[in-house]
T-cell receptor
Framework: DQQVKQNSPSLSVQEGRISILNCDYT??????FLWYKKYPAEGPTFLISISSIKDKNEDGRFTVFLNKSAKHLSLHIVPSQPGDSAVYFCAASPNFGNEKLTFGTGTRLTIIP | DVKVTQSSRYLVKRTGEKVFLECVQD?????MFWYRQDPGLGLRLIYFSYDVKMKEKGDIPEGYSVSREKKERFSLILESASTNQTSMYLC???????????FGAGSRLTVL
């Protein structure tokens, strides 16, 4: 039973435009959410996170939005750059400080120059 | 710079062989994890450890065991490798009370 789902396995976006990656979860106990980025032949690296007490968190070109009632979060990248081409995983945790994460299935983002 | 090192990047093994995947972290982290990554399934947790000699099953522990004799080292063991264990294996660590896992580069295992 997949508790964290990323329904788009792949996404292609023109360079300079906005990339929107979506993530849905089913477990209402999840309270803290993270996005990781993974290049081929490398481990995932942390990108940005959000706590359920917020509905938005920004870090440079990256913004994460959380809609708790819909159990949905999204990652916006603007403007998209070729170096953003990677697989993106969302992850969820019952609370900040709980080290055990549940990961989504991943979305492969391709930025077209 | 903090590091999680997986010594074997690529392995090819035969069905029935015993396989050891080693992971070492230099951050004095209490918690260490083994995940496997498969297309369409994302990252799934196999085992994790909160302390030396402690281990807990993750979501897919069948066919695997682990060993944590020292704080910095967490080993994943496939007692008798099978073809359905062909995958990318990722080790991660994090300090107590934190959420941001640091991952190693991964070990790609092929079982023939």
């Amino acid at each position: 039973d997949q508790q964290v789902k990323q329904n788009s396995p792949s996404l292609s976006v023109q360079e300079g435009r906005i990339s929107i990656l979506n993530c849905d979860y089913t477990n209402s106990m999840f309270d803290y959410f993270l996005w990781y980025k993974k290049y081929p032949a490398e481990g995932p690296t942390f990108l940005i996170s959000i706590s359920s007490i917020k509905d938005k968190n920004e870090d440079g070109r990256f913004t994460v939005f959380l809609n708790k009632s819909a159990k949905h979060l999204s990652l916006h990248i603007v403007p998209s750059q070729p170096g953003d081409s990677a697989v993106y995983f969302c992850a969820a945790s019952p609370n900040f400080g709980n080290e055990k994460l549940t990961f989504g299935t991943g979305t492969r983002l391709t930025i077209i120059p | 710079d903090v590091k999680v090192t997986q010594s074997s990047r690529y392995l090819v093994k035969r069905t029935g062989e015993k396989v050891f995947l080693e992971c070492v972290q230099d951050m004095d982290h209490e918690n260490m994890f083994w995940y496997r990554q498969d297309p369409g399934l994302g990252l799934r947790l196999i085992y994790f450890s909160y302390d030396v000699k402690m281990k807990e099953k993750g979501d897919i522990p069948e066919g695997y065991s682990v060993s944590r004799e020292k704080k910095e080292r967490f080993s994943l063991i496939l007692e008798s490798a099978s073809t359905n264990q062909t995958s990318m294996y990722l080790c991660a660590s994090v300090g107590a009370g934190a959420n941001v896992l640091t991952f190693g580069a991964g070990s790609r295992l092929t079982v023939l």
